[in-house]
């Protein structure tokens, strides 16, 4: 299961490689954080899912991914009994959530090369 969210900024200095390698980083951090609010919100029952659980990029795109057979059930399923604090739609809801900082995280390492 995997959950995307999509950002383009056009900019002339972002397309160097220093700006693509700072951008990258940025998305690396963002993916990361989110992944671990996601983390704290997936069924548990032996951490399996929870450890299947990855933020992967190619360049400056990016991917968070629960690697089970049973990912996207116990996502998708909003009858299923959870542990206090674990829910359906734990990537999801993280993705929404996040979204502003997980800007914010992108542009950290942009901001001050492009300050300078």
């Known amino acids: 299961m995997t959950q995307y969210a999509r950002m383009s900024w ?3 200095r972002l397309w160097t490689s220093r700006g693509q390698r700072l951008a990258g980083e940025g998305l690396q951090r963002a993916l990361e954080h989110t992944l671990g609010v996601s983390n704290d ?3 548990l029952e ?9 933020a992967t990029r190619d360049g400056l795109n990016g991917a968070i991914t629960y690697d089970t057979v049973y ?3 116990q996502h998708e399923r909003l009858d299923y009994k959870h542990l206090p604090g674990r829910t359906a739609k734990y990537l999801e809801n993280a993705m929404n959530s996040e979204r502003e900082v997980m800007l914010r995280l992108m542009a950290v390492p942009l901001r001050a090369w492009l300050r300078g």
């Open 10 to 12: 056009e900019g002339r």
């Open 71 to 73: 990912a996207v059930v």
């Open 46 to 54: 032996e951490g399996t899912l929870e450890r299947s659980g990855r």
């Open 41 to 43: 919100h997936v069924p």
